[in-house]
């Protein structure tokens, strides 16, 4: 678990609006998902991890009663694969990642470790049984995280388990102390337009899979932007 940033970022942020402004997260939430009913169930974090908060994020499928009875998970994600939060509304669980700038939302591209052919199997075959393809030469690289999402909460469903990728960006989210790298909606929108490209997911449905919330970290503002 990276440190969270004392006043900036998407873990600050999200932990905020968890403690202090949590009915108007739901409420966003609501609105993007389209659920009015229902109570929202939060899973916690662990004691006993590192650094200054010692929390032990969600990784892997640690939020299930029984995760070792899902056969075909990858293995190494039990431990690399962190969540920044999960909850359950109406029998639905959402994996929540958090985003407060465009640099989030990528990496150096060199994904999968010695595993990359079984990582590779693993998302096209799970998407596959979602009627969802995507450009597997590209899914290890520097969009990896969204493919392995996606196809985690694929693997969910195809298990019988009901579950959505929920991503939550922050407007003016990153004011770190000289180095300000606050993003708009229209930045925020453009780079998952890249992902979709990159991804070859443009125009594939992905409704049952996936979700966006635009909040403004600065006030109670909502956005709803048209996504491709």
Not at 13 to 26: D, K
Not at 153 to 178: D, M, Q, S, V, W
Not at 206 to 220: M, N, P, R
């Amino acid at each position: 678990m990276a440190e969270i940033g004392y006043g900036y970022g998407s873990e600050w942020h999200l932990m905020r609006f968890m403690a202090r402004h949590r009915n108007h997260l739901e409420d966003a939430i609501r609105a993007a998902i389209g659920n009015n009913t229902g109570s929202f169930y939060w899973y916690d974090f662990g004691f006993g991890g590192t650094g200054i908060a010692t929390d032990k994020e969600r990784k892997g499928l640690s939020f299930l009663d029984n995760p070792s009875s899902l056969e075909g998970y990858i293995k190494g994600w039990n431990t690399s694969q962190s969540w920044d939060a999960v909850f359950r509304l109406n029998d639905i669980i959402y994996l929540v990642e958090a985003k407060a700038h465009i640099a989030e939302m990528s990496n150096d591209g060199n994904n999968g470790g010695t595993s990359k052919r079984e990582i590779k199997k693993f998302i096209s075959e799970n998407l596959a049984k979602q009627n969802i393809s995507i450009n597997i030469d590209h899914c290890l690289g520097k969009y990896y995280q969204l493919a392995n999402r996606l196809a985690t909460a694929a693997f969910l469903k195809n298990n019988g388990i009901n579950a959505r990728c929920l991503y939550i960006y922050f407007i003016n989210g990153y004011e770190k102390p000289n180095d300000i790298k606050n993003a708009t909606v229209k930045m925020f929108v453009d780079e998952i337009n890249k992902e979709k490209a990159a991804l070859g997911l443009e125009g594939e449905k992905l409704q049952d899979l996936l979700f966006h919330v635009f909040i403004d970290a600065k006030t109670d503002t909502i956005h709803n932007p048209e996504l491709q």
